[in-house]
């Protein structure tokens, strides 16, 4: 009797523990589409601020370091937003047993990963001294995706 007691008892932990695991997965999503929208908000500011810079190159008595700033914080925003996705891509896997979702999300975070590292090897696109933080994210983020993917098998 004490063994379907026990049974019984270690069933509702874990029916517990899934929906907690699916609750905590509802919420990253949320999450993750409020930060994509940020990323796409960057990318837009970006893009204005290319167009800025051109006119700023045509006229050099304006400073453009605060343009390349701005990139800067668009690039660290993308690479947060990378960071999301491993962490979905972990839950997927560990928690929900959903593989499907952790690769989408591991290909959401490559394609982010190229789009990055695409924009800081430009010359004077990113500060300087920014360059070498952001490649030491994109190796931290490589090294991540890696260990996510060696669970898929």
Known sequence: ????????????DAHKRANQAAES????SNDLGHMLHSAKSA???LTDGQDR????????GRSISSLR?????????????????????ENAVGVLGRLETARRAIERARHVAE?????VNEPNHVPGDSVEIINQRLAELERRISGIEARFA
């Open 115 to 119: 789009v990055v590292r695409g924009h």
């Open 43 to 45: 990318h837009g500011r």
């Open 1 to 12: 009797m004490d063994e379907r007691n026990d049974y019984r008892k270690s069933a509702k």
């Open 53 to 60: 810079q051109r006119k700023r190159e045509q006229n050099p």
């Open 25 to 28: 997965s509802r919420l990253h």
């Open 69 to 89: 700033t701005a990139r800067f914080q668009a690039m660290e925003s993308q690479l947060r937003s990378a960071f999301n996705y491993c962490l979905t891509a």
